[in-house]
């Protein structure tokens, strides 16, 4: 991704920093209620939502829209207000990626936020407390993790994919005896980070991933040397009147190509 002009990326970097300091705190209060049994809802009847989820979004929206009040917000744990679509910038947030794996007791979940100008992630971080790490990323400035410059790892000679089986068995014959596939990690948003900081090789995202769960990390992703992209070929845009997604492919280089010819040619919408 090119690096912004000088006035955006004054405004980014500060930005960068509010996101930063509001998903640590968001973070603690999400931590709270990690291992003590929190009370929880379902939505929809299939998606479980906590009251840590709730807590959490509710400081980041009261910290973030009284620092940036002209700024839109979307978030998975607040109604959809369209007069968001009239704003510059928007707040892109998931107060707790993995609700799941986090009633679960599994670590890997996190805080997702990011701001977006016209279709594109301006500043993102992902904070994951249980786990004691932080990803941050601006366009053009680099991919970090705990401070530390991150990059996809190289193609080796067995790749470790993510993502739904079907489309794994998808892969063409020729990569089938090279791939290892990953355990499932209910916080996708992790699992974008994962490529990112080369613990992974690559995923598929299944149809309906939300801008909220993936603004920050893509990213993220896209500053360590990787890419998430559509059926189309093309990085999804976030936070305008449409903000879910048909499926997705996430890696680098070689092997992206390839998950991206699989997704592009399937059933999955």
Same mark, same amino acid.
């Given at each position: 991704?090119?690096a912004?002009d000088q006035?955006?990326?004054?405004?980014a970097?500060?930005? &960068?920093?509010?996101?930063?300091?509001?998903?640590?705190?968001?973070?603690?209060i999400?931590?709270?209620?990690?291992?003590?049994?929190?009370?929880?809802w379902m939505?929809g009847?299939?998606?479980?939502?906590?009251?840590?989820?709730?807590a959490?979004?509710n400081?980041?929206?009261?910290?973030?829209?009284?620092?940036?009040?002209?700024?839109g917000?979307?978030?998975?744990?607040?109604?959809?207000?369209?007069?968001?679509?009239?704003a510059c910038?928007t707040f892109v947030v998931?107060p707790?990626?993995?609700?799941r794996g986090?009633?679960?007791?599994?670590h890997?979940?996190?805080v997702?936020v990011?701001?977006?100008e016209?279709?594109?992630?301006?500043a993102?971080?992902?904070?994951c407390p249980?786990?004691?790490?932080?990803?941050?990323?601006m366009?053009?400035?680099?991919a970090f993790?705990?401070?530390?410059?991150?990059?996809?790892?190289?193609l080796?000679?067995?790749v470790?994919?993510g993502?739904?089986?079907?489309?794994?068995?998808?892969?063409?014959?020729?990569?089938?005896?090279?791939?290892?596939?990953?355990?499932?990690?209910?916080?996708?948003?992790?699992? &974008?980070?994962?490529?990112?900081?080369?613990?992974?090789?690559a995923?598929?995202v299944?149809?309906?991933a939300?801008d909220w769960?993936i603004?920050?990390?893509?990213?993220?992703l896209v500053?360590?040397?990787?890419?998430?992209?559509d059926?189309?070929?093309?990085?999804?845009?976030?936070?305008?009147s449409?903000?879910?997604?048909?499926?997705?492919?996430?890696g680098?280089?070689?092997?992206?190509?390839?998950?991206?010819?699989?997704?592009?040619?399937s059933?999955?919408?």
């Open positions: 991704m090119p912004l006035p955006v990326l004054a405004e970097r500060k930005d &960068l920093a509010l996101l930063r300091d509001a998903a640590r705190e968001a973070g603690a999400a931590m709270r209620y990690f291992g003590n049994s929190p009370q929880v939505k009847g299939t998606s479980p939502v906590s009251e840590a989820d709730h959490a979004d400081y980041l929206r009261e910290t973030l829209l009284k620092a940036r009040p002209d700024y917000w979307l978030s998975e744990e607040t109604a959809d207000d369209h007069a968001r679509l009239s910038r998931d707790i990626d993995g609700t986090f009633l679960d007791g599994l890997s979940w996190c997702s990011a701001v977006v016209d279709g594109r992630s301006l993102g971080v992902l904070e249980a786990k004691q790490e932080t990803y941050w990323a366009p053009g400035e680099g993790l705990n401070g530390k410059r991150i990059r996809v790892r190289p080796g000679d067995t470790d994919i993502g739904p089986k079907p489309l794994i068995d998808l892969m063409p014959e020729a990569w089938q005896g090279r791939i290892r596939r990953a355990a499932y990690i209910p916080s996708l948003a992790y699992r &974008l980070a994962m490529i990112a900081a080369g613990k992974l090789d995923t598929f299944k149809p309906n939300h769960d603004a920050a990390a893509d990213l993220i500053e360590a040397g990787g890419a998430l992209l059926r189309g070929g093309q990085p999804p845009r976030y936070a305008g449409v903000i879910n997604h048909g499926a997705l492919a996430a680098s280089g070689e092997l992206l190509d390839i998950l991206a010819g699989v997704i592009a040619g059933d999955e919408g």
